[in-house]
């Protein structure tokens, strides 16, 4: 047996060590590193030697078995679902928030205090119905509603708008991420062709899967060679559409995108949010109910000012008006008011009649049949008492109708509305923070297992430090019995 053999083995040792260590020191270098998994050294008995001691089989020293990445996929499963689910509900949340910005009560300048005071003109209209000054108060407060009803349906269109430029937005990142993890699965395999672990890149995908994960539910499958075995690469789909195959990364589209592709992510808050289920949680539900509260507030006080006579002693005419995209005035006595939304009538294009605009003496104040009289203020009366009067509302048709039947007046439906906003935006937002909990909870476990502890790795560094002095030592020794061989025994 030749000194060289305790050599080889102590150099072995020194060179397991000085790698052990120098994984220590990448470990250290990504301790901030998002998405970086601590690795660690196996080291294993290296392959004994048989018939060099007569009493059996001598050990070699030590090999590195492989250079692995602690993960537990298990919570990098767990951490992807409730991520999905979070941003889902953050999307969403985010949306309603915008909504009730829009509708900006309960301020004094909400909506609500609006047509409230709307009806206070009518009610002192109705007191002086001859005065001027008191007919540009109503005029006044009905431009006011009017411009009010436009400008929040406007701003609604804008946040769906915007809802839509956001989803646009976020397939692009799901193609670039894509994109991202069909080039990391290529170099994954060609590492793993070499039996070598591409730990760094791995991390690397996992990171760009935790991204897409919050754009949308993704799903995973192992990629497999011509005998069935895992090549490194993974299948990758956002809901039920395939992004990333063996093939490489492919590109989706808007298109591609709906409620039943998608159902988690930030992708499905999205489409949510800016859908047209008609359910509280959708900005649909607020245009819709916008409109309805729109149609209702003009058919009402239309219907009950056409039947008075203004301050010459003229037919009522229709107080609030409707114009189509290229500014026309719609014909109300065409409109199918069972289905009003067909003829174009909208919180959107609603107006005072420009007639009345430009001359209060236009107002309706007053009762027709018999002699005119200029104090008679039946008709402004009978239209401020619609601020107490029952409406009834079909969800079918999305129409308030003045209606004996009723059960809920003009501002009520109005407050319910902002109600049912408010109920919405709290339940979700108690949502999102309760989903925000279990997301770290996830995450604080996930890192507890593959996060890089400086006190565990200063440790390691000692024990590593040690061993390798100590291979250092052994060589020293046999250093010191060789040179007793070679140069001591001569005689």
Known sequence: MSLFFGINIALKGMMAQQTALNV??????????????????NLETSVPIS??????????????????????EFLNYQVRKETSRLENHIAVSHTLQQVEAVFNEPLDTGFNEQLSQFWNSWQELAKAPESSPVRTVVKEAAGSLTDTLRQMSAQ?????????????LAIKEVNSLSTRVARLNDQIVNVNITGQNANDFMDARDLALNELAALGNISLTDCLDANGKPTGAIEVKLGNITIVDAAGAHEISSSDINPDAVTDGELAGLLQAGGNSGQSNTVQFYIDKLNTLAVGIAKSINDIHTTGKDLDGNSGQDFFVFKDNEGELIDLTAVDWNDPWSSGLSAANIYLNANIENDVAKIAASKQGGIFLEGNGDIALAIAELKHTLMKYDPASQMLTNSNAGNLSLGAFYQDMIAELGSAARETGKTVKNQQTLVDQNIKRRESIQGVS??????????????????????????????????????
């Open 24 to 41: 220590t020191s990448h470990n250290i270098a990504n301790a901030n590193t998002e998405g970086y998994s601590r690795q660690r050294v």
């Open 51 to 72: 018939g060099l001691a007569s009493a059996g089989q001598l050990g070699s020293g030590v090999d590195i078995a492989e250079i692995v990445r602690i993960k537990d």
């Open 156 to 168: 609604l269109h804008e946040i769906k708008d915007d809802i839509n430029s956001q989803i646009q």
């Open 454 to 491: 400086l006190d565990e790795e200063t440790v390691n560094m000692v024990l590593y430090q040690h061993a390798f002095d100590a291979s250092a030592k052994v060589i020293s020794v046999m250093d010191e019995m060789m040179d007793t061989i070679i140069n001591r025994l001569k005689a």
